[in-house]
């Protein structure tokens, strides 16, 4: 009896006798890399372990200024970035990653023991996506890591064009008054959100559950740093704002131009 096996091997071996050669089409699933900036080793290796254990590539930098060259050798789907590091704080590494254009779109998690809201602010400000707090346990890192990477993951469809910016949706990019911005992720998202339903006022509750959803460390207060950063990005007067409108008492909407 010839088993499919048997069959198999025959007629590789035919195809070999004739010059030709099959490739097999198993596809393999490239993982996804993660950079972490952290550097008390136990926490690192514990990290590295369980994300590891996830599905993800980690490679650690215990130094702020080992991270940048990293990234640019094996740019990572995302950062996790301790603040109290040697070689430059977790926040100057933030913000130069949102400087860099071949890293800026990349998500940032700050993983660190400074818990204050002042902190968790300024990590905002500069761009960050998420913050947890030590002590932290590895299920809850792994399903925010997972969080925010599905937040980015989920396309949008529509291009956005007003005569001061445009959003192309394809790319992520933003272009305000011919002029290519630095934007990240949820700035991005963040825009597109409020300028794709022109008039209508959104609490800030609102706006976490639609652009946020279960990020926990995000509070209303999150939402209004991230409307000044885009109101500097794109309004000619970001004190007097001609898109980006503050309903009082009630929330932000966008308002589309005339």
Known sequence: ????????????????C?????????AYQVKQNIIVLEDEADIANLVQHHLQLAGFTVRICSSGDQVLPLARKHPPVLFLLDIMVPGGS?????????ESRDLARAPIIFL??????EDRVRGLDLGADDYITKPFGMRELTARVRAVLRRFEQ?????????????QSDSMTLTVRSKLADVTATEFRLL???ASHPGRVFTRDQVLDAV???MSFVTPRSVDVYIRRLREKIEQDPENPRY???????????EAAR
């Open 1 to 16: 009896m010839v088993t499919a096996q048997m069959a198999a091997y025959n007629l590789s071996g035919a195809l070999a």
């Open 18 to 26: 004739a010059g030709l050669r099959i490739q097999s089409t198993r």
């Open 90 to 98: 977790g926040f100057e590494i933030c913000r130069q990653i949102r």
């Open 112 to 117: 660190t023991a400074r818990a204050g809201e």
């Open 155 to 167: 396309p949008l469809t529509t291009n956005i064009v007003t005569p001061d910016f445009e959003l």
């Open 192 to 194: 597109h959100f409020l």
């Open 212 to 214: 946020w959803r279960d």
């Open 244 to 254: 980006l409108k503050t309903v009082r008492g009630a929330g932000y909407k966008f």
